[in-house]
């Protein structure tokens, strides 16, 4: 069994809904990759508005299953910033493909629908490219 969380059971779908289970962690994850949110007051701007004790409780599952990694601001010992490591930018062809699905039976805005018509173009593409540009993210 690999470090990070506490499993229910061996299965692959069942360990990752430990981890992502509820849509804020995926919410999160996903201003992470798509709009460049990085910090706590950032992710409370988001249009679905996240409470701040379910915002703080999902940043820290994901810290602990390292999804993200949290760094200190240099000239702000309170202030937070957070990006995704290599195994939450590893979840990018997951959420695109759910850009996919939602695009196939719902209307959605713009840019996700953009997404949605480059995955389908070019998914392995488009993942490399996003993916180098969030592996450069800092401060």
């Not at 470090?3 to 992470?32: A, E, F, H, N, Y």
């Not at 999804?67 to 062809?93: A, C, H, R, T, W």
Request: net charge positive.
């Amino acid at each position: 069994m690999k470090k990070g969380i506490d499993q229910r059971s061996p299965c692959p779908v069942s360990i990752t809904l430990d981890i992502m289970g509820d849509k804020w962690s995926l919410l999160i994850i996903r201003d992470m990759m798509f709009y460049n949110k990085n910090t706590y007051g950032d992710f409370l701007k988001s249009p679905e508005q996240i409470a701040t004790n379910i915002l703080s409780d999902r940043l820290i599952q994901l810290e602990k299953a390292g999804i993200i990694v949290v760094e200190k601001y240099p000239d702000n010992k309170i202030k937070k910033f957070y990006k995704l490591s290599q195994k939450g930018i590893d979840l990018m062809p997951i959420i695109l493909e759910i850009a996919v699905w939602g695009d196939k039976y719902f209307e959605i805005p713009e840019y996700p629908k953009t997404l949605a018509k480059e995955t389908k173009k070019d998914r392995d593409g488009l993942v490399k490219h996003l993916s180098t540009k969030l592996k450069k993210v800092k401060q």
